[in-house]
């Protein structure tokens, strides 16, 4: 079996969302029901992306490369792309493991904790994170600091992953004020 990497992207915001596997078979799917399907290398079979989650994933163009050993999704999402419940499966990782906390919410996370505590409670550790990190700014150790802003980015995590908010939804409104 030949398989050939297949490259996903969005339509409207040209993230790439994820990479996955394509035989011939998975290829005469998704260009006959313009939804992807893909071969699972894990589970050696085919699959449509969604097939369980109901995150599909609408194929508005197909492209081969220029020597036709891999392929160039441009689709319309519908949902999360990534397993943990990150658009991306590109994202940070300490998103994606935030993501994924919040869909599974394990016993003993830390992070699901915050979230079942909810937005407020949520919003008050950014408040209390960003304070700390303003008062190690200004009087300690560079590597205060430091510790101080990675509790801060956590917690902003876990805040946007409570309101149900995408990390790829700042990263866009930074993309947009960076171009002007």
């Known amino acids: ?6 490259v996903v992207q969005d339509s409207a915001t040209g993230r790439v969302l994820m990479l996955a596997w394509m035989d011939e078979e998975a290829e005469r ?8 399907w893909f071969w699972s290398r894990s589970r050696e079979r085919l699959w449509r992306k ?19 050993d891999a392929i160039l999704l441009r689709v319309s999402p519908a949902g ?8 991306t499966c590109f994202a940070p990782a300490l ?8 869909l599974e919410r394990p016993d003993g996370s830390y992070t699901a904790s ?17 304070v700390e990190l303003a008062v190690a700014a200004l009087d300690e150790p560079d ?7 990675a509790d801060l980015v956590y917690h902003l995590y876990v805040l946007l992953a409570a309101r149900g908010l995408d990390i790829s939804m700042v990263d ?6 960076s171009s002007g």
């Open 172 to 177: 866009e409104v930074l993309r947009l004020r």
């Open 50 to 68: 969604g097939e369980t989650s109901g995150n599909t994933l609408q194929v508005d163009e197909l492209r081969d490369d220029c020597d036709d």
């Open 114 to 130: 915050l979230l079942d505590a909810g937005v407020g409670a949520c919003a008050r550790k950014v408040g209390e994170e960003a």
């Open 29 to 36: 799917l998704t260009r006959e029901t313009n939804e992807a």
């Open 95 to 102: 998103w994606r493991a935030v993501s994924e906390r919040a």
């Open 80 to 87: 999360p792309t990534c397993h943990t419940g990150s658009t």
């Open 1 to 6: 079996m030949t398989l050939k990497p297949a």
């Open 143 to 149: 590597e205060r600091v430091v510790e101080e802003a």
